[in-house]
């Protein structure tokens, strides 16, 4: 798990997106999709979950998914 500060790793994935007029003016920028993703040791995604604004995985389904693909 880690933090995104910046948007970097939000940028580089493609899950950015414009949000709400309020968020805009809130945040004074694009909002990141809450995503999850697993990455191999050679940087590939060998899993992905992208949510809805307020959706996340479960903490059973990230375990599944680790259990499955690392």
């Not at 995104?4 to 950015?16: E, M, T």
């Not at 945040?27 to 809450?34: D, E, N, Q």
């Not at 990455?39 to 604004?53: C, E, H, L, Q, S």
């Amino acid at each position: 798990m880690i933090s995104d500060r910046g948007a970097k790793i939000s940028k580089a994935y493609n899950v950015y997106t414009f949000g709400s007029i309020r968020d805009i003016s809130f945040m004074k920028t694009k909002l990141a999709i809450p995503s999850s993703f697993l990455i191999n040791t050679n940087g590939k995604i060998v899993w992905r979950y992208i949510g809805a604004r307020t959706d996340r995985p479960t903490i059973k389904i990230l375990t599944q998914a680790i259990d499955k693909n690392i």
